[in-house]
């Protein structure tokens, strides 16, 4: 059925059927990150093909164009975007469960469709009550995250229950869509999901919008204008980065990296890009002496995110992290930017032979990295123009979009014709 599904996707001729999709996502979307750019092209790409997408989310965050969003009750203590693991998100997931109820017994959704494992376990819920399947769109690990963002340790007492709890979730969802391979990979190896029931769907790029710099006459002004803006001097070579601001995203291992290449490359400059507290970073920056060479504007907004890209000569991806996904590559790529980026299985696969690696957690060897890109313009240049190609060719959110739909038409299915559906259905 998988090898079908991948083939009647490949077709694009117009659904057989459209569905009402219930999205629901315990974040505080829309914030200009990894995660939430994922959730919006999803959407829009589905909407797309005629589905009906309605997100239900936190109470924070920005609306976005021609998406019908449901957002929980005001705390109006939350003023800003809440970022991977909190202790506020014990209210605020009883407040999006509540809307998520209210919003489903109104529009009687043909799937629920959750992002994170909080958002899935009010799916799980949902799925018993209005006997509709679950989606769980897989960003990487609940327990792996709280670990990463120091919420728990592997020693303390909560963490086998929520190691439990996953897993729990994990069962209960009709499909699971990992964001990379890897992830999907780790999953099949840990055993608690029937294979049958793991469907990839690696994150995707909007290669019209995400573009090589052409040299127009408008573009290079613009460009020109918002290096100005920056604050950035002429004649500099810029390093972009574009993500949250964290240490297991490898933000401070970056400035480590960049307070090394300075000394080596004095027109060296970095543009880090990304939210939330850039202030402490840029005290960081100064503490290492960097501070005329690195540039923390914070949040840059999607939609202006390629101009941004534009500026750079070379992208940098130091994710620590080793089971989420890294969307910002294939931003990169698209840009036909040459990646510089630690050696982890996600970036190996998102890259593959077109990247520069770095020791994982090595600040030494990502200014090595860093500076051999930028000291080999031809190599930089014939990496990146294939890390377009590839982009253009594998990365589309159209064709994710046939992916999803073609999954939705399995669990719809499967509940129809249990006999004959090899995914695993809940009693």
Not at 76 to 89: N, T
Not at 209 to 223: N, Y
Not at 322 to 329: D, H, P, Q, Y
Request: aromatic share 8%.
């Amino acid at each position: 059925m998988q090898a079908q599904r991948h083939r009647r996707a490949a077709s694009g001729s117009p659904p057989e059927s459209t569905y009402t999709i219930l999205m629901l996502a315990s974040t505080s979307f829309f914030s200009d990150y990894g995660n939430h750019v994922r959730i919006w092209e999803e959407s829009r790409a589905l909407q797309g093909r005629g589905h009906r997408i309605v997100l239900a989310t936190y109470h924070n965050g920005d609306d976005m164009p021609g998406l019908d969003i449901r957002r929980s009750w005001d705390v109006p203590w939350v003023k800003r975007a809440v970022v991977g693991s909190s202790r506020h998100k014990l209210y605020l997931d009883v407040g999006l469960a509540w809307r998520s109820l209210r919003t489903a017994l109104r529009i009687k959704p043909d799937i629920i469709h959750a992002h994170t494992h909080e958002a899935a376990s009010i799916g799980v819920a949902l799925k018993q009550l209005l006997r509709v399947p679950l989606i769980l769109d897989y960003q990487g690990s609940m327990t792996s995250e709280m670990l990463d963002h120091r919420f728990v340790s592997a020693e303390s007492p909560l963490f086998l229950p929520l190691v439990r709890l996953e897993q729990f979730i994990n069962r209960r969802a009709d499909a699971i869509v990992p964001s990379t391979l890897n992830a999907a990979a780790m999953l099949r190896r840990d055993g608690q999901v029937d294979p049958g029931r793991i469907h990839p769907i690696v994150d995707r790029v909007d290669t019209e919008r995400f573009r090589p710099f052409d040299g127009s006459p408008g573009w290079v002004a613009e460009r020109q204008e918002l290096r100005h803006q920056l604050g950035i001097p002429d004649g500099r070579w810029i390093v972009v980065y574009i993500g949250l601001l964290a240490p297991y995203q490898g933000t401070n291992v970056l400035l480590d990296a960049a307070r090394l290449l300075a000394t080596r490359l004095p027109d060296v400059h970095f543009l880090v890009m990304g939210h939330p507290d850039p202030a402490s970073y840029r005290a960081y920056a100064e503490s290492l002496g960097i501070g005329e060479r690195v540039t923390l504007p914070g949040r840059i907004l999607y939609k202006d995110l390629h101009s941004y890209l534009a500026l750079g000569d070379v992208a940098v991806a130091p994710k620590m992290s080793l089971t989420e996904g890294n969307g910002k590559i294939s931003n990169y790529m698209a840009m036909g930017l040459p990646v510089v980026a630690f050696e982890t299985p996600v970036s190996r696969e998102i890259l593959g032979d077109i990247g520069i690696y770095a020791a994982l957690g090595s600040a030494a060897d990502l200014a090595d990295k860093l500076e051999l890109a930028l000291q080999n313009p031809a190599m930089a240049g014939r990496l990146g123009a294939a890390g377009r190609a590839r982009a253009v060719a594998e990365f589309s959110w159209a064709q994710a979009a046939l992916e999803f739909e073609q999954l939705y038409a399995e669990v719809l299915d499967c509940r129809l014709q249990i006999a004959d559906c090899r995914l695993e259905r809940e009693t």
